[in-house]
């Protein structure tokens, strides 16, 4: 199982400890009686689905012996103006860098990672409509 600790610090400023024992800062705007320290939580989760889909596509990227040099993934998350103000739609944009990238293997690792293996993406369905492109960038 999966754990977190969120400790209060000061003003609206917190510290979360992830059970594999790494710690991030989260905090709000100052207009809202935060100090700007840290990401947002729901900036938090915008780099989580991010983070999970990259890694997947890393991953089978390089078991179909891809020659990347580097990927990007910009998510945008647009949120309902009414509280709880959750993301009505998150869209993904990955950006395959490398040499001699086959188009069908970005394709496929891309379809791989939203359709089946991101936990964090298949937590969110249901929430929020989730929507992805991708560009590749031979080098």
């Not at 709000?28 to 947002?40: A, E, I, L, Q, Y």
Request: with cysteine; aromatic share 6%.
């Amino acid at each position: 199982m999966k754990n977190a600790k969120v400790t209060y610090i000061q003003g609206l400023q917190f510290v979360g400890v992830a059970s594999s024992g790494h710690a991030i800062v989260m905090d709000s705007d100052p207009g809202v009686g935060g100090n700007n320290t840290g990401p947002k939580p729901m900036e938090l989760l915008l780099m989580g689905i991010g983070g999970c889909s990259g890694t997947d596509i890393i991953s089978i990227l390089r078991k179909k012996q891809q020659d990347f040099t580097g990927l990007e993934i910009n998510v945008k998350g647009e949120a309902a103006e009414d509280y709880p103000k959750k993301f009505t739609n998150i869209n993904l944009e990955f950006i395959v860098k490398g040499r001699n990238i086959s188009e069908d293997a970005v394709k496929r690792s891309i379809d791989l990672s939203m359709n089946k293996y991101c936990s964090v993406k298949a937590t969110l369905e249901g929430s929020s409509k989730i929507s992805f492109s991708y560009k590749i960038i031979q080098e």
